[in-house]
């Protein structure tokens, strides 16, 4: 089952679950196609998350993946050996649907 949050109730729910790792991989990505060249797995340890404007900010070292305009968050509540199954749903805020979706591994 997948719950909608807002970004606040993402950030709290964030600060109880204490997530170690998140991870991104092009290929989990609605958009990815396989005939794509490109392929990237990257896992970072340190989050940020921003209420205004909407911004996740995942961190490693020096390297920074941000994800901007973030209209929502849905988290998969089943569970998975991957982890927990997070998609950021970004666009523009007066927009009625989103433009492009990112999903993430959060694991403990």
Known sequence: MKKTLTVSEF???CEKERFTRIVYHSENQEW???AD???VEMAFPAM???ENPNILYLKSG???LCLDR???VKVDTESSVLGTII???CGDFGAKHYDRSYTLI???
């Open 70 to 72: 973030i209209q929502c």
């Open 11 to 13: 950030k709290k729910y």
């Open 62 to 64: 020096k390297n920074v």
């Open 87 to 89: 998609t950021v749903l």
């Open 106 to 108: 959060f694991q403990k």
């Open 37 to 39: 060249p490109c392929k």
């Open 32 to 34: 990815y196609q396989c």
């Open 48 to 50: 940020e998350i921003y």
